[in-house]
């Protein structure tokens, strides 16, 4: 079992920065993958970034602005975003996967409670 406590979430205005994090508690972390999911209001639920063994790698819409890293010492996983826009607002969930290298939020165990980002134009 992970637990999985996401922070970092607010407003912030077009152009902005947040740092999510993303703190796991249970066994085992670094041999799991660890994701970024986010979904807004009436949306589906897409993939952000991942980073597992085989490194990291983004959605199309956020590479370049999103970084995803990790410190397997403090169990902890952060996602960066700058130049956030307007449509970046959604809540972001981080998420757990014994799996590998994995998109879809199907293959994804186990899940944070997801916090709020939304940005302002």
């Known amino acids: 079992q992970v637990q999985l406590v996401e922070s970092g979430g607010g407003l912030v205005q077009a152009g902005g920065s947040l740092r999510l994090s993303c703190a796991a508690s249970g066994r085992s972390f670094n041999s799991y993958t660890m994701g970024w999911f986010r979904q807004a209001p009436g949306k589906e639920r897409d993939f952000v970034a991942r980073i597992g063994a085989s490194g990291a790698y983004y959605a199309d819409f956020v590479k370049g602005r999103f970084t995803i890293s990790r410190d397997n010492a403090k169990d902890t996983v952060y996602l960066q975003m700058n130049s956030l826009k307007p449509e970046d607002t959604a809540v972001y969930y981080c998420?757990?996967?014994?799996?590998?290298?994995?998109?879809?939020?199907?293959?994804?165990?186990?899940w944070g409670q997801g916090t709020q980002v939304t940005v302002s134009s």
């Open positions: 998420a757990a996967t014994s799996k590998g290298a994995v998109m879809g939020w199907r293959w994804y165990d186990y």
